[in-house]
């Protein structure tokens, strides 16, 4: 349990599509999305819970989906109508804590880099 492996990120224009992939060890924690731009502070964008309930953070509402897969021990992030702001590092994080958008998750994946150009 715990390990967490992010796949997923590129550079795409504005306006763009992009999923995101955490494969984890195991299915049994609450998992979320979070990203951290440079000199910023690390921001929820998005956590599932064990039972599949979903929070996201405001900035990111209407645009992007969390979803898993219980099956292949999945997590996904699927980001529609990508804006320049949304450039970041992307982290997938898990814990058996519901810790929602709070960046205090024991698990974290390695990150991924996404890009968004205007």
């Known amino acids: 349990q715990g390990q967490l492996v992010v796949s997923g990120g590129v550079s795409v224009q504005a306006g763009g599509s992009l999923k995101l992939s955490c494969l984890a060890s195991?299915?049994?924690?609450?998992m979320a999305w979070f990203r951290q731009a440079p000199g910023k502070e690390r921001e929820g964008v998005a956590v599932?819970?064990?039972?599949?309930?979903?929070m996201y953070g405001d900035s990111v509402k209407g645009r992007f989906t969390i979803s898993k897969d219980n099956a292949k021990n999945t997590l996904y992030l699927q980001m529609n109508s990508l804006k320049p702001e949304d450039t970041a590092m992307y982290y997938c994080?898990?814990?058996?804590?519901?810790?929602?958008?709070?960046?205090?998750?024991?698990?974290w994946g390695q990150g991924t880099q996404v890009t968004v150009s205007s």
């Open positions: 599932i819970s064990t039972d599949g309930f979903t």
């Open positions: 994080a898990a814990d058996v804590f519901w810790w929602a958008l709070v960046p205090k998750y024991e698990h």
């Open positions: 195991g299915n049994t924690m609450h």
